[in-house]
């Protein structure tokens, strides 16, 4: 069966711009939706082990709620498409070839994902498709050059496609006409019981990485590829979030939790995260080196999201396929150079099911 993919007007933009929420669905089984705006990824209908759908991403039930100054005095980039760079850069700064380019601060004097104005806060033009087994949208932008200092005009496509197994790709293509840099990722915030008011200590988590990035007092990467054994960032095995969250260990405790970077074994599957309670299981599959996992730890009740709850600290989890944060820095980490003439391709794979 293929996909339905449905169109409604989500809200408008102050200066009266109309968004969109698409709607992508395969029955009972998965319905799953994003707008222009941010290209943002809204909503997430999955089932339980009893078969009751339930909404397992944060959000807003419509566009006010992403444009309200309670929101954006806290903001979080829920279920952002983050660009041009994931992440935060060391003294604000990046050069290539011996020309530094120094960036906007919007956040706790550091420049992270993307800027003032990133890719998250763009109307993004939309192009649905639909082919025999899959429906999607392309949503395209064109970063002019200079946009939050980054050099380049930068073409970018984040593409969202259903196809008729339920498997839900978002993939990125970039192409530049200036050495430039690019590192984009979704920024979706997963709570797969269904219920924000509970925490996500009670979700079982395995990533494929023997390696993370520990990081410094202002979240950047140390440029230490650390092993993880014998730290709260093992999850080789699946294991309880909260046996890791709880552990005495001072990542931990510069980040709040877990805000690190995994360095991903090349595999077919990369990561899963499961609820035992209702059987939900995503199961991850990426192109992608690094998974940025940021445990919420920065969420506080300060606004109110869907069906009027408030998101409270570890309310989800960020599960962001990337290269790894503050690359310019770090000779040593894979290279988010994108040059004329080259083509930046990505893509990312979530698979639903109910497992015991
Ligand atoms: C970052 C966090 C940040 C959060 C929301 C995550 O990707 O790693 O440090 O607080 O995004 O802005």
Not at 230 to 254: C, M, V, W, Y
Not at 279 to 301: D, I
Request: with cysteine; net charge negative.
């Amino acid at each position: 069966m293929t996909p339905i993919l449905e169109s409604k007007r989500f809200g408008e933009t102050p200066e009266g711009e109309e968004i969109t929420l698409f709607t992508l669905s395969l029955g009972n089984k998965i319905s799953i939706s994003f707008m222009n705006y941010g290209a943002t990824w809204t909503h997430l209908f999955i089932p339980d082990k009893n078969g009751n759908l339930e909404d397992v991403v944060l959000g807003f039930d419509d566009l006010k709620g992403y444009l309200h100054q309670e929101y954006l005095d806290n903001y979080c980039y829920l279920g952002s498409t983050v660009g041009r760079v994931a992440g935060r850069f060391s003294g604000n700064q990046f050069s290539i070839d011996g020309k530094t380019y120094h960036l906007p601060k919007n956040q706790g004097g550091i420049h992270l994902h993307g800027g003032m104005e990133g890719w998250d806060k763009k109307i993004w033009i939309a192009q649905p498709f639909e082919t025999d087994d899959s429906s999607g949208v392309t949503f395209f932008y064109k970063s002019p050059d200079g946009e939050e200092n980054y050099p380049g005009t930068v073409e970018a496509w984040v593409t969202y496609t259903l196809d008729a197994s339920g498997s839900f790709e978002i993939s990125y293509k970039a192409i530049t006409d200036k050495k430039t840099i690019v590192n984009p990722t979704n920024h979706a915030y997963f709570n797969l019981s269904g219920d924000f008011s509970k925490n996500i200590e009670d979700h079982e988590f395995w990533v494929d990485a023997e390696h993370y990035l520990p990081v410094n007092v202002n979240s950047l990467p140390t440029g230490e590829i650390a092993h993880v054994a014998g730290t709260p960032f093992d999850f080789r095995r699946p294991s309880l979030i909260e046996a890791h969250l709880h552990q005495q260990n001072d990542q931990l405790k510069l980040a709040n939790g877990i805000d690190h970077c995994f360095v991903l074994n090349p595999s077919e599957k990369s990561a899963i995260l499961h609820h035992p309670k209702s059987g939900r299981t995503l199961t991850l599959s990426t192109t992608a080196p690094g998974l940025q996992v940021y445990t919420g730890n920065y969420l506080n009740g300060s606004f109110k999201g869907k069906g009027n709850s408030p998101f409270d600290k570890r309310a989800a989890i960020c599960l962001e396929t990337q290269y790894f944060p503050d690359a310019p820095t770090h000779a040593e980490f894979p290279t988010i150079l994108l040059l004329p003439g080259e083509v930046f391709k990505s893509r990312t794979v979530f698979a639903f099911s109910v497992e015991e």
